[in-house]
């Protein structure tokens, strides 16, 4: 074999190294992205379920009757989903903006001038992400008042409430753990007793306050 063709072999084989290294760089990245996507609709969830079920049980504290408890639970869906939504549009507008101006900076070369747009195509949608928290927020609000909605005697209600809102919160600390690599029980059970916090200091002092007259 020439040395002609050695160089050629060579090139070649550099090239096709380059590519493979490339394409892999791309699908770590899109993989990248994908989880952590993935990760905001799970914790936007486990603040749905948890805000949500918290309300219930601090308002169940104080009122007996299903309606109130479920009426609270529906505002609290409604409400943190909406401020969710708005939080999350201003926020990645904000990163949105950011982005397209430092585009603009760079662009230095007529051939990054022509691939602008397709650049810019690549930014984060921010309605797509408000819509997204929105609806991963809906979703855990959902739980609790599924678990509330067709049991009408009261300390039954409190205790379906706590078991189903007490599986979600594992469900969901597990699903976290697996997109972030750690340990699995590790995760669930603090995201299991952070939630029992949250409801007990939720249901404790909205008692507290009820009794004191305020």
Known sequence: MSTLEIESQSSNNNIEAATENEEHEIEVFDYAKRAQWLRAAVLGANDGLLSTASLMMGVGAVRKDSKTMILTGVAGLVAGACSMAIGELVSVYSQYDIELSQMKREKMTKHFAD???????????????????????????????????????YMLRLV????????????????????GGVPMLKSSSRVLLGGWLAMGITF????????SGL
Do not use: M, Y
């Open 160 to 179: 379906v409430v706590l078991v189903v809102v007490s599986l979600a919160l594992i469900g969901f600390g597990a699903v976290g753990a697996l997109l």
């Open 115 to 153: 691939d602008l747009e397709t650049k810019k195509k690549s930014l984060p949608n921010p309605w797509q992400a408000a819509g997204a928290s929105a609806i991963a927020f809906a979703i855990g609000a959902v739980i609790p008042l599924l678990g509330a909605v067709f049991i009408r005697e």
């Open 204 to 211: 404790g002092l909205t008692k507290l306050v009820a009794r």
